[in-house]
Each structure stands twice: as structure tokens, then as C-alpha cells.
């Protein structure tokens, strides 16, 4: 990096920041139990973000423009770009604003589990696990990718803000496949920041019960008005809303017209209150700004309004970095009792969407399941839900009982009464 | 205009060769792709203004990949110097050998390809790069101040252009290609609020080409309006199946969403894919030709002239007047199968591993005149302005998302719309109720495509207006 922040001084850039992200990965793609393909790769990206500083009319801009210095660069080619880069962020005229303050730490290890293991070891293990769950002759893991990353990253602007720190990751996704009485499949992704494999088995198994439950299910729900539970990552998706709407980027432009200390649930109707906090497995925000867990909703009012140094400028108020991870109170109603009520629980969608600017969130359901009054459980399929968050905000309970991956924390489920559905 | 060869990818092209020889005198089959390329994004809004360059969809850097105990294995990095050589041979030798040995494998033959050697590239008209970054900022930021103009109720017109020069080569020991394409797309989201929600409209263009594309912007600003005033004046829908009339970008939605991913034939060999046991039958309605191809008439994002396992890019009629008479497929996938590759072997980035994706997909003109399908409803909806799809290639279930449908009574539009609107129900109910084609067709790129969640790459879809009857909520 030193090369390049001799040629930003050379050319006149006196504002700038650099973040470097290397990466190795080891990747293994599973079909029915065979190895398709081993994977490994090394990429390192280069980010310089040039910033240059001119007044018009009395006032004071900031223009700035985002470049990649990438691998084998001549320096002829890397002064080319960034004198190029200096010459457009003169056309760039968004309002002046600081950078972050400065920060200076030494390098931060990764806090994964499995840290000391190489990346193909720890690929392997969570091959083990995979493996390892055999279903049955009509019920069984179609097929699996596994990614594990190990990514070193350096944050440093002219400011004198010099971080770094490393981070491991597992994700991957696998597809379970039932054969009788129907054909089907369920999808499913999983993302741990450490290898915590007694979870992925657990949502293997449950992958394989779903799956087998959704190929006994022959009708969509009735069309009509429904409770609707969201479960899982589902609801996570729907808290989506405030993190999205409290962000000082859609605050500063005037997409969220929310206010600190704003009640954004309005009028309760027998629905719980939301408190919600803001973390993140990552130590620095892409700013260089620490980050530490924050209160962004409490007890349904607005505590914070979050997001990078350029808006939080524009608002007059603390920067505080992007987020990657929320964090829910655990709710007031049992999951068992949830599913008592006789609504629809969600078990998965093809793809559901929630939009944080109408409020809308909707979804085809792939599998859903209602409880009967005599307890046996009917697996539907198809149809879809439709519904306003707007609309249902003051009524959402919450599970006591609760789950988390690496972006959400949380209750486990969610019902939603009254909500739109279309099928039989 | 040609796009030029890249000198990075001309200076690297020694060591490339020196990293093939290495491999193939170890492994019995070793190809290498090698990339290079420059995507910049600007967008102008009530945010500010934005340049960027990004590497979602291309980046510098190589994959070498070789054929071993009966399965391929690959490495991706992003520098390659001569020096380096003896590491990455060790890296398959160590790691990634050992890996595949621990498993079972997918029994995969080993490719056999023919001799091929060439360098194509496509054409542009401006080179946004000679154009620079203050006329394209300028033009931008014009389109949105007159697309505020035209409604001051609006929060926001904000308007993005985008282009990606994309350079590759590929070498194996009977194939030495190298392809250089230019392409762009851009966009206007016009917003405004409706109480305490904001809604928008989209609307956007892409081509095979340069930055001449700026000078449709300013219409997409006009459409962009149109559909925010819809959705604005939308009400929720009584869910129930409706004759609805397709526009050309919902028409392409289902294309791509309901059906194309269906025929991935990557999805075949998982036995995920109920069109594997659909080929020869009737799927679609006979007014339906169904077409995929990266060498299409219809030249778009997806224009290529080899996939990223160096096969011919091709133009695959995939539906035929109803009848399902292929899929689409990439090297390997093909090789399983016992079929040919159809050049739809595709990464998202030379890090990322190939599977089979679409590439420009659409269905092919009929004869009706769109004034005459929307003329024969007497009770449904004209859908409009799609926002989201996901595909079901083992059940064939449709999830497909537009903001809004125009209500149509008695052949007419009766200025009532209704919106959002989830389109439901099995794939082959739908296509086969397809009862009038228009003779017009429209096809865009602007966006990117997922296998699942990930794996993002730049595709094209579209097709002509179309009558159907589809179940909606």
C-alpha cells in the first residue's frame, strides 16, 4: 500500500483512503453425496477511495471517486487511474464532510473457533457433518456448496486512521429432496462465524423433515385473510424495515422521514414492542470506524440513526458505521403456542421479499403448515402472502424461543395476523 | 468502433502459457481463462453524486483448471507472475488433490474439444471512457433535474448509467480464444409518498455498446414517471386467477424466472429440474418459441463469443412452437449428460466457479398487434412493471413480483390499478394458457441474475405482449 500512497501524494491527493481485503477460500460442491468439485482461490481487492475538496459560489464541496488498483498494475497504470479518479471527483459536487475520526489499533485477530485449522481442514469437517446426515432412501441431501473464507483486511486514510484485522467464515447453502409421495425440494443457506457444526447438522435434519412434510402437502391455503407465522431467517428479512429506514442514508435524502425518539411502531393493537440492537462480527466498520453494539429501537421508539461518515455529517450527527447483524428481544408467546392459534406458519418461500420503502413484504410459500384443532399438522403449498408492515406493525408477537446465525439474533418466529393470501 | 485487446491480458499471455505447459504435462486435460476488465457505475440523486468503478462482474485474475481421477479441480487468483508458478502446481498437487481423494466422485468424463483459435470483439459507437466522466455526469444529472420537472411531486428521480469492458482469454492445449465486449445499461427510479410508505417506479435500458445508450435515457425518465404514478394510485387485489396481459418486461420475468432456470441443465444432472423429463413434450402454448443464446439475434448484455469454459457461444431454440425441445448447458454439466455444450457455461467473476446460466433468453414474436390482445379481455388486468422473481426448477412453481396491473373491462383500460401483485401457480398452466403473442418484441438487461441467492451475472430477457391466464395475489 506504501507505493500507492506515494503516488496519491505525488499527484496532489491530500484526502484519501485505501482498503485492502485479501481473501483464500476453500470450497467443496457436493451432488448426492459425490464430490463434484474442489476450489481454491486467492483474490486480493485493492480499494482507494480519492476525495478532492473545491468551493463553488462560497461554498465547500467534497467530491469523491472510487477506484481498484488491481493485481499486476505497472505504477504507470496505477498513477494513470488515480490521477484520473483526482479529475472526475472534481465533477462530484456532494456537500463537504469530514472523514471519520482517526483510529489506530493493531491488527485484530479473527475470534473464530477454528481459526488455527487450515482452510481445507475445516471445509472437510463441515463435509463430515454433511455426510453425515444420511436421511432416508426418499428423503436425503440432494446437493451442497460449502465456502470457507479467511480474509485479511487493512483500513488506512490520510486522516491516520491504520486498522486491521482478520475474519474467518462459514456459509454455504444444500437443497434436501423428498421422492414420495411427491417430488420436491427445499432449499436452505447456513452462515456461521465460527464451526459450529452441532448447528449445521441440526439444520441438515430439519431440512430433511421439511422437505418430507412438503412432499406430502397437495393444496395451497385457502384464499382469504390469515395469522401468518415467519419463521427464521424470514424474520430477519422483515426487521430489514427499521435498519433500513433508521439509516442516515435513506434519512438524509428523505426516503425515512424518521426522527430520533420517534414512536415508528404507532398505534399498538395487541402486538409487542420492539427492541433492537445493532452488531456486527466485524470490528470496523468499511469507514475504519469501531464498531460496538448500539441500541437502534427501543421499546418501539427510535434510539439511532446509523450509518457512515458523509450522511451522519449532513444530519449533524455521530458517525457510527454499517451494521451487518441485529439483534431482537425474545418475544412473549411460546412457538408451540403460535402454531395453537391455528395460523399459517410460513416454513419457507421461493424467495420472500420484504420492501423497505412501501412497507410491503410478500412471498410464494413452497411449505407451509397449519396446526388442526385435534393437534395433527396439514402441510400446504403454493399461494402466496401479501401483506403491509405498515399495516401489521402494531400487531407482530414473538417467540420466547430464539435462534441466531451471523446477521441476526433473535425470536424464532413471528405471527402476523390478518394478512392477505392467495390460493385455493 | 472495436473494443481493443487488453494490454494487461497481452503482457500475461507468456506466463499463462508457461502456467498451461506446467499443467498439462502433469494432469490429461489443463485449460486456463484469464480476465481483465473495467466496469464503471454513476449515479446521480438526491444522495449526491456517485462515481465508482466495480468488480462484481469482472475482475482481474485467472482460473486454471485440470481434469484428475476422474473429476475437474480448480484455482482462481488474481496474480500470476512466472514466480508463481511452482506454488499454484503445488496447490493442486497437495490441496486440492487431497481434497478430491477423501470423496467420491461425480463420475465426469474428460472434455474433448475441437481446434478453435480466434480473437473477436464487439463494437461500440462511444467509448464512455473518450466521452469522460464530466459529459456523462452532466447528462445525468440533466435527465433528473427534467425528470423532476415533469412532476414536482416527486421525492426522487434519480438516475445511474453503467459500463463493463470485459476482456478474456482462453487456452487449452487445442484452444486459443480471446474475446473483448463492451456493453452498458442504465436506469431512472422515479419515487414519491404515499403516507408513510414511498413508492417507485423503475425503468431502464441496456445495450451492446457504448455510452450512445445515454441518449435513451431521458425516455426511461418518462416510463419511470408513468409507473410511480401507477403504483401510487394502486389498491391491493382481491387474489384469484385473472386473463392478464404480459408486457414485454413481465413477459421476459417468466421467460427467465418461471421457465429459463428450469433448463439449466447443471440442474439436470441433480435431478432438480422437472424439464429433464419434459423433453419432446408440450409445455407451452403452440404460439410459444422460447430461445436462449449468447450468439442471439437479440444482442444484448449477455452477448458473448465463448463461455467461460472456452465453448462457442450459440443460439438454442429452447421451447419449439409448445414443445420442449432442449436445454441449456455448460461443459461440464454436458459431459455428464452425454450432450453437446451449449456455451452457457458462465462465473460471476473469474473467482467463482461455472455453472449453467442464461444468458439473452426470450420468447419470440407472434402476430397479434398489443392494442388487439389488451382489445380481447373483457375482465382482467394488464401487468406491468416487474420487480422481483425466483425460480422452482424441480416443481416448476412461479414466484414472480410486478408493482402494479391495470384493470381492463370490456377490452378497455378503465384507469384503476391494483398493485403489489404476487403471479403464482405451475409454470406449464400458465405457458400453456398463453392464447395471443404480439408481433412486437422488447427485451433488457439492466439487471443481474442469481442461481438461488448468489452467483450474480449480467443476463438479458424479454419477449413479445402476451395473453394468459394466471392465478395472482
Redo the contacts between chains.
Keep these: 500500500m506504501d507505493h500507492i500512497i506515494e503516488i496519491l501524494k505525488q499527484e496532489g491527493v491530500e484526502v484519501y483512503r485505501i482498503t485492502r481485503s485479501g481473501t483464500r477460500a476453500?470450497?467443496?460442491?457436493?451432488?448426492?453425496?459425490?464430490?463434484?468439485?474442489?476450489?481454491?482461490?486467492?483474490?486480493?481487492?485493492t480499494r482507494v477511495e480519492v476525495f478532492r475538496d473545491f468551493e463553488e459560489e462560497g461554498k465547500r464541496f467534497r467530491?469523491s471517486?472510487?477506484?481498484?488498483i488491481?493485481?499486476?498494475?505497472s505504477q504507470e497504470e496505477i498513477r494513470e487511474k488515480i490521477r484520473?479518479a483526482y479529475?472526475?471527483?472534481s465533477?462530484?459536487?456532494?456537500?463537504w464532510y469530514d472523514l471519520p475520526e482517526k483510529t489506530t489499533a493493531p491488527f485484530r485477530e479473527s475470534e473464530a473457533d477454528y481459526r488455527e485449522m487450515s482452510l481445507?481442514e475445516a471445509?472437510?469437517a463441515v463435509?463430515d457433518v454433511l455426510?453425515s446426515v444420511k436421511g432416508t432412501e426418499t428423503a436425503f441431501i440432494?446437493?451442497a456448496e460449502i465456502f470457507i473464507r479467511r480474509s485479511l483486511v487493512r483500513i488506512l486514510d490520510s486522516r491516520g486512521t491504520d486498522v486491521s484485522y482478520g475474519r474467518d467464515s462459514v456459509w454455504g447453502?444444500f437443497?434436501t429432496?423428498c421422492t414420495e409421495p411427491s417430488?420436491?425440494?427445499q432449499?436452505r443457506?447456513f452462515s456461521y462465524g465460527d464451526l459450529d457444526l452441532a448447528s449445521l447438522k441440526e439444520k441438515l435434519e430439519s431440512g430433511i423433515r421439511d422437505v418430507s412434510l412438503r412432499a406430502r402437502a397437495q393444496a395451497?391455503p385457502a384464499?382469504?385473510r390469515h395469522s401468518v407465522i415467519l419463521t427464521g431467517e424470514e424474520v430477519r428479512q422483515l426487521l430489514d424495515f427499521y435498519v433500513t429506514r433508521s439509516s442516515s442514508?435513506f434519512i438524509?435524502?428523505?426516503?425515512s422521514?424518521w426522527k430520533l425518539g420517534d414512536d415508528i411502531q404507532g398505534t399498538m393493537d395487541g402486538g409487542e414492542r420492539l427492541d433492537l440492537t445493532l452488531t456486527s462480527a466485524r470490528p470496523y466498520s468499511e469507514e475504519g470506524i469501531p464498531l460496538k453494539d448500539r441500541t437502534l429501537i427501543r421499546d418501539g421508539r427510535l434510539a439511532l440513526i446509523h450509518g457512515g461518515a458523509?450522511?451522519a455529517s449532513y444530519l449533524g450527527i455521530e458517525p457510527t458505521g454499517s451494521y451487518e447483524k441485529v439483534v431482537l428481544k425474545a418475544g412473549t408467546m411460546s412457538y408451540a403456542d403460535m402454531k395453537k392459534t391455528g395460523a399459517l406458519e410460513a416454513v419457507s418461500?421461493?424467495?420472500f421479499?420484504m420492501?423497505e420503502?412501501?412497507?410491503?413484504f410478500?412471498?410464494?410459500l413452497?411449505l407451509a403448515l397449519r396446526e388442526e384443532k385435534d393437534g395433527s399438522v396439514t402441510p400446504l403449498?403454493?399461494?402466496?402472502?401479501?401483506g403491509?408492515l405498515?399495516e401489521s406493525q402494531g400487531r407482530l408477537i414473538f417467540s420466547t424461543e430464539t435462534f441466531r446465525d451471523s446477521t441476526y439474533e433473535g425470536p424464532l418466529a413471528v405471527l402476523i395476523p390478518d394478512v392477505?393470501?392467495?390460493?385455493n | 468502433m472495436e473494443v481493443q485487446s487488453s494490454q494487461y491480458l497481452t503482457r500475461l499471455r507468456p506466463v499463462l502459457r508457461e502456467l498451461l505447459d506446467a499443467l498439462k504435462a502433469r494432469y490429461p486435460y489443463a485449460s486456463i481463462l484469464a480476465t481483465d476488465a473495467a466496469m464503471k457505475n454513476y449515479s446521480v440523486s438526491r444522495s449526491g453524486i456517485r462515481i465508482q468503478e466495480n468488480t462484481t462482474f469482472g475482475k482481474r485474475g485467472f482460473t486454471a483448471r485440470v481434469y484428475s481421477g476422474g473429476g475437474y479441480m480448480e484455482y482462481s487468483g488474481d496474480s500470476l507472475t512466472g514466480d508463481q508458478i511452482p506454488e499454484i502446481l503445488d496447490r493442486f498437487e497437495k490441496s486440492l488433490s487431497r481434497m478430491a481423494e477423501r470423496y467420491d466422485r461425480v463420475p465426469t468424463p474428460a472434455a474433448s474439444e475441437e481446434k478453435l483459435c480466434f480473437a473477436k470483439s464487439t463494437s461500440y459507437k462511444t467509448d464512455p471512457r473518450d466521452l469522460g466522466d464530466r459529459a456523462i455526469v452532466e447528462r445525468l444529472v440533466s435527465i433528473r433535474e427534467e425528470g423532476l420537472k415533469a412532476d414536482e411531486s416527486l421525492l426522487e428521480c434519480s438516475v445511474r448509467y453503467n459500463y463493463q469492458i470485459l476482456h478474456k482469454i482462453f487456452l487449452s492445449a487445442d484452444r486459443d480464444l480471446e474475446q473483448n465486449i463492451m456493453f452498458g445499461d442504465g436506469a431512472v427510479f422515479s419515487m414519491a409518498r404515499k403516507g408513510e410508505a414511498v413508492k417507485n417506479g423503475y425503468d431502464s435500458i441496456s445495450l451492446l455498446g457504448g455510452a450512445e445508450l445515454l441518449d435513451s435515457l431521458p425516455a426511461c425518465a418518462e416510463r419511470a414517471l408513468e409507473h410511480v404514478r401507477a403504483s401510487l394510485a394502486a389498491r391491493p387485489l382481491t387474489p384469484g386467477v385473472y386473463d392478464c396481459v404480459c408486457t414485454p418486461t413481465v413477459t421476459g420475468m417468466i421467460v427467465h424466472e418461471a421457465f429459463g432456470h428450469g433448463v439449466e441443465m447443471d440442474m439436470f444432472v441433480k435431478d432438480r429440474a422437472l424439464a429433464r423429463s419434459c423433453i419432446g413434450q408440450q409445455v407451452a402454448s403452440g404460439l410459444v418459441t422460447m430461445k436462449d443464446g449468447a450468439a442471439t439475434s437479440y444482442e444484448d448484455v449477455a452477448t458473448f463469443f465463448f463461455d467461460d469454459e472456452g465453448n462457442l457461444a450459440t443460439d438454442t431454440v429452447i421451447i419449439d412452437r409448445g414443445i420442449l425441445v432442449s436445454g441449456i448447458s455448460d461443459a461440464v454439466s454436458a459431459a455428464r449428460l452425454g450432450t453437446k455444450p451449449t456455451g452457457n457455461g458462465r462465473r460471476e467473476s473469474v473467482g467463482h466457479k461455472v455453472y449453467t446460466r442464461m444468458t439473452n433468453t426470450f420468447f419470440t414474436a407472434g402476430t397479434s398487434r398489443p392494442e388487439d390482445i389488451i382489445a380481447s379481455v373483457q375482465d382482467g388486468l394488464l401487468l406491468d412493471c416487474p420487480t422481483s422473481g425466483m425460480e422452482d426448477p424441480k416443481n416448476w412453481g412461479i414466484q414472480c413480483m410486478v408493482s402494479y396491473g391495470k384493470e381492463i373491462r370490456d377490452g378497455k383500460l378503465t384507469g384503476r390499478v391494483f398493485g403489489p401483485i404476487v403471479l403464482t401457480g405451475y409454470v406449464p398452466d400458465l405457458l400453456k394458457s398463453i392464447s395471443m403473442v404480439s408481433d412486437t418484441v422488447e427485451h433488457c438487461g439492466s439487471g443481474a441474475c442469481g442461481k438461488g441467492w448468489k452467483e450474480w451475472v449480467k443476463v438479458s430477457d424479454g419477449g413479445p405482449y402476451i395473453r394468459a391466464r394466471i392465478r395472482l395475489g
Design positions: 476453500a470450497e467443496l460442491y457436493f451432488i448426492k453425496g459425490q464430490l463434484d468439485m474442489p476450489r481454491l482461490t486467492d483474490m486480493t481487492e467530491g471517486t472510487v477506484i481498484f488491481e493485481p499486476g498494475s484520473s479529475y472526475a471527483a465533477f462530484v459536487k456532494n456537500p481445507t471445509a472437510e463435509a455426510l440432494n446437493s447453502e437443497v429432496q417430488d420436491v425440494e432449499y443457506q395451497a384464499a382469504g442514508a438524509y435524502p428523505g426516503y422521514t458523509r450522511f418461500f421461493s424467495d421479499q420492501d420503502m412501501d412497507g410491503h410478500a412471498g410464494e413452497r403449498t403454493g399461494g402466496s402472502v401479501n403491509s405498515l392477505a393470501v392467495a390460493g
